[in-house]
């Protein structure tokens, strides 16, 4: 067993209790490489925000579990190393799908869980829950629960159709299940492709209506909203000229994220973004740069793009930029 506090990390709760106070939404990152996670690092102290470290299930793998930890401890020494002023920073595993996978997250110095019952039973996803928070709680780790379901593609979590958070099951949910935040569902989606819109159409706005119900229900709780990469134009239009094919790629609509941030919803998850900005650059210097077959040359550019795109959300989108 190794505590997350033995590797420097904090627990969502402070984090959560600040931005509900400030009207803001801690962002959630998720990284897959050294170059990810340096530039969320980077980008995160040089404009003072907390940042959530997100992990998928699939990047745990992609990673080793062993290995990951010590890249966690890495990126806590390295945020030393910048400022004399740590910023509050979390491990948190991203879509979790079963207990033995949080369980071994926790054992393993996640300083915060998501477990997703979402594609179970109401009464299914109730007891899996509370299962995993009863053994988070042991260790001081907060997990994050879900209600509704979000549609498109990211890894192992898929679905062709979302269903919209029910406000009339968050209270009982919350309440039988003892968790820390609640990922809700009001029209973000996973993926790159979130919409389909036809050349010309608008993307359709959040359901805040189903929010402000959520948010009467049970107030002061933190929500929290994942599949809201806003999808950047600028980089799909790199990745098409460059010859990636990625048409019709559209994403959540910054203003509509900005509007969020203000609300009860104190975390958002952006992962797509990150990965369009990385493979847009490696793409433009591959095309242009056809010799190059030095990792350092196409990853390095890539980092500080991503440090670029990082920094932008904390002070124009999620308002976290100093914060701390």
Request: with cysteine; hydrophobic share 35%.
């Amino acid at each position: 067993m190794v505590s997350y506090k033995e590797l420097g990390f904090v627990n969502t709760k402070e984090m959560f209790k600040d931005a509900m106070k400030n009207g803001y939404a801690v962002p959630a990152y998720n990284f897959n490489n050294m170059e990810q996670l340096q530039a969320i690092i980077t980008a995160c102290v040089r404009s003072r925000s907390p940042v959530i470290l997100q992990v998928s299930k699939g990047a745990r793998d992609y990673a080793n579990s062993t290995l990951l930890r010590w890249m966690g401890k890495g990126a806590i020494e390295m945020m030393k190393e910048m400022t004399d002023k740590p910023i509050p920073i979390a491990l948190h595993l991203d879509h979790g799908d079963s207990f033995e996978l949080c369980k071994s997250c926790i054992d393993n110095g996640f300083s915060s869980v998501m477990i997703d019952g979402s594609h179970l039973t109401y009464e299914e996803n109730v007891a899996l829950t509370k299962k995993v928070v009863e053994y988070a709680h042991k260790y001081d780790v907060t997990v994050e629960g879900e209600l509704g379901v979000l549609a498109g593609i990211e890894e192992h979590v898929s679905s062709e159709k979302s269903h919209y958070t029910n406000p009339n099951d968050v209270e009982d949910f919350v309440k039988k299940t003892g968790v820390d935040s609640l990922a809700i569902s009001i029209g973000t989606s996973h993926g790159a492709y979130k919409f389909k819109v036809k050349p010309g159409e608008s993307v359709p706005p959040l359901r805040f209506d189903i929010l402000e119900e959520i948010e009467k229900r049970i107030p002061g709780f933190p929500i929290v909203l994942h599949g809201a990469s806003s999808v950047l134009q600028e980089y799909i239009e790199m990745i098409n000229k460059y010859g990636g094919k990625m048409d019709n790629a559209v994403g959540i609509p910054e203003e509509q994220l900005r509007k969020a941030a203000k609300s009860s919803v104190c975390k958002i998850n952006i992962d797509s973004d990150g990965r369009l900005v990385m493979t847009a650059i490696i793409r433009k210097i591959f095309a242009e740069k056809p010799q190059e077959f030095d990792p350092r040359k196409y990853l390095g550019p890539a980092r500080e793009e991503l440090i670029k795109m990082y920094i932008n959300k904390n002070e124009r989108v999620l308002g976290s930029a100093n914060r701390v």
